[in-house]
């Protein structure tokens, strides 16, 4: 699926751009930089504050960002302004910064988002992408006023790492197969302590989105998640659907993205 997708980059580029994204270069601090596909009214005058509600797709730990968020990005971009990142180390984001953690990649995000002229934005995370959209929550609550986090966890704790690897059939990160900045950022979301992982409490009404499928982050763990996440937090599933459901099944997950943002943004 995601190597299909890769070989469609020159035409879903051009379907986004018609959608009215265009791709943006963001300087977080010397020597750290983001690439960002962000409304073109907001890009041609930078700080230039959004006239619709604010979705942020957080992407997960492959490929650049808008293949992996295409379908949605294309069915929201009428009714919401859309923007959608690459973290660091992935598609034209770079840093010279030493740190790999997940709250690196929150902190970089909020600033460009607030470069862009971003004051309130709903963030949709998917695996490592819903990582740092947690992070994101926590660190900025006046940023980020809804969370939509889909086959995904808190964080990484070390049990859960090492069910991923057996499910992939991995004993570990391999820097050959990924490359070296990229092994360091999955090995700085593992936490060491695991008695040390606490549940934050965050203001903000948080929606899990699954696949039914989900092969790495199965569904009884999003319903224990959403039982240690306390009463401010809903659970749904998309049947037939893996770990990339928002590619394996778009219109499904689009209905899905649909009606949280639509409850999210009508109660305001």
């Known amino acids: 699926m995601v190597n299909l997708v ?21 300087e977080i601090e010397p020597g750290t930089v983001m690439n960002f596909w962000a409304p073109k009214e907001t890009i041609a005058v930078l700080n230039k504050k959004p006239n619709k509600p604010v ?5 997960p730990f492959a490929g650049d960002a808008i293949l ?37 990649q929150a902190e970089c995000l909020a600033r460009g988002l607030r ?25 900025y609550p006046e940023l980020v006023e809804a969370l939509v986090a889909s086959c995904t966890v808190i964080e990484m704790t070390q049990s859960v790492a090492h069910q991923s690897q057996k ?19 999955l090995e700085a979301l ?9 549940i934050t409490s965050y203001p903000q009404r948080i929606h899990l989105l699954w696949g039914h499928d989900d092969k790495i982050f199965n569904l009884d763990l999003a319903q ?6 306390g ?22 997950f689009n209905n899905h993205l649909k009606r949280i943002l639509s409850s999210t943004y009508d109660c305001q």
């Open 6 to 26: 890769s070989a469609m980059k020159p035409l879903i580029h051009g379907l986004v751009k018609l959608a009215g994204l265009s791709q943006q270069t963001v």
């Open 55 to 59: 979705v942020v797709f957080a992407h």
């Open 68 to 104: 992996m968020w295409f379908p949605q990005v294309l069915a929201l971009t009428s009714q919401y302004s859309v923007y959608v990142p690459d973290f660091i180390f992935f598609g034209g984001s770079t840093t010279s910064r030493p740190d790999r953690s997940a709250e690196i």
């Open 115 to 139: 470069k862009l002229g971003v004051e309130k934005c709903t963030v949709v995370g998917l695996s490592y992408g819903g990582m740092v959209g947690f992070k994101m929550a926590a660190m």
């Open 167 to 185: 499910k992939l059939g991995i004993s570990q990160w391999c820097c050959s197969a990924i490359g070296k900045e990229k092994a360091e950022l």
């Open 190 to 198: 593992v936490v060491r302590d695991e008695k040390s992982t606490n």
């Open 224 to 229: 224990t998640m959403k039982e240690r996440l």
């Open 231 to 252: 009463e401010n937090v809903t659970l749904q599933w998309i049947e037939n659907a893996g770990h990339l459901a928002q590619l394996e099944r778009p219109l499904a």
